[in-house]
């Protein structure tokens, strides 16, 4: 799989118009450079980049005119229901993924999945990429940024190969002690806050930090991202608060609900809860209108998360970590499914 994406890459012509589509979390953001660095050491010279959620990618794929682009690369985010969208631009359009194997795709797609190999494997796209990559350009001297984005996507068995370079743990209960899950928990609130307009912070400059860094030291002390920590650290804690006081427990499971302008700040929250509560299966309602973007983490998870979303709401991931959507008015349903299957 891995050469069937070098062979992808090395196609790539200058005189091409490339769009890349990556997840707006930490492991999107750092396979994002590194494509878009390995893409430029080719020459090309028209290449967009845009950071997107699973719900906003079919959106982004379908303003997209016939035409316009002559390549596709999306990363991190896996959507069977674009398919469409990938026959009607009929392009060559590469998707790189970690999550749970899904439907086939159109015949122009390139699918590159550790998942195929192994359905149990847990290595994050920043990680898959480096290995696809690092013969192109400056990828090779950026090993640090798919170290960041795997320990920031929780990975550690089995990418231990290029994470004992970077950190000196000997278990997964022990990233949250190191120094490189603190910088992505600041990358990651810049991330978060460059969704909000008003805060004056594009992902394009966020991409621009990383490339330009030489290490994670580089990242959080530049003026864009440490800008964006302090920023985040304001909002963080209410939304935390808010969590707890629209929470409601039964055994093993906690189910939040929040309301915030800023989307995927519930991803950090859940993670930080369910890091505090291992042995509890922690659900997080994000409220957008009629809609709550649910996002779940299990750290000592006797059950398969992504497949119990997949299962019952059109949902998905891995076993520890997973998400999906529901309509307001499948709350009470959603409330009483998880806790009678799970708490």
């Not at 969704?195 to 990242?219: C, F, G, H, W």
């Not at 709550?292 to 949902?315: C, D, I, T």
């Not at 991931?317 to 009678?340: C, M, P, T």
């Amino acid at each position: 799989m891995l050469e069937a994406g070098r062979v992808f890459v090395k196609s790539i012509k200058a005189s091409d118009r490339v769009l890349i589509i990556h997840h707006a979390d930490v492991d999107g953001f750092a396979s994002g450079a590194l494509f878009d660095l390995a893409v430029k050491s080719l020459g090309a010279g028209h290449v967009d980049m845009r950071a997107s959620d699973v719900e906003g990618l079919k959106d982004i794929l379908s303003q997209v005119k016939t035409g316009e682009y002559d390549v596709v690369i999306v990363l991190d985010i896996d959507m069977p229901a674009a398919n469409s969208e990938y026959e009607r631009l009929g392009v060559r359009t590469i998707i790189v993924d970690h999550h749970m194997v899904r439907a086939g795709y159109a015949p122009n797609v390139v699918y590159v999945n550790p998942r195929l190999v192994n359905p149990e494997a847990y290595q994050p796209v920043s990680y898959v990429a480096y290995k696809m990559l690092r013969g192109f350009g400056r990828v090779a001297d950026m090993e640090w940024l798919a170290a960041l984005g795997s320990v920031a996507d929780f990975a550690f068995k089995d990418c231990i190969d290029l994470l004992e370079k970077w950190i000196d743990i000997k278990s997964v209960d022990e990233l949250t002690g190191t120094d490189m899950w603190e910088v992505s928990k600041v990358l990651f609130g810049a991330i978060i806050l460059s969704s909000i307009p008003s805060e004056n912070i594009s992902a394009r400059q966020i991409t621009d930090v990383l490339e330009n860094s030489k290490n994670p030291k580089d990242v959080v002390t530049s003026e864009v991202i440490s800008y964006a920590g302090m920023r985040f650290n304001e909002t963080y804690a209410q939304v935390k608060e808010q969590f707890w006081k629209n929470s409601e427990v039964r055994g093993r499971v906690i189910i939040g609900v929040i309301d915030t302008p800023y989307r995927r700040i519930g991803s950090a929250v859940v993670t930080d809860i369910s890091v505090e509560r291992k042995d509890s299966a922690v659900f997080l309602l994000s409220r957008r209108g009629d809609q709550y973007r649910v996002s779940a983490r299990w750290q000592n998870s006797p059950v398969h998360l992504g497949e119990f979303m997949a299962k019952h709401f059109s949902g998905g991931g891995h076993r520890n970590a997973a998400g999906g959507s529901i309509s307001e008015s499948q709350l009470a349903e959603f409330k009483e499914r998880v806790f009678s299957e799970l708490a």
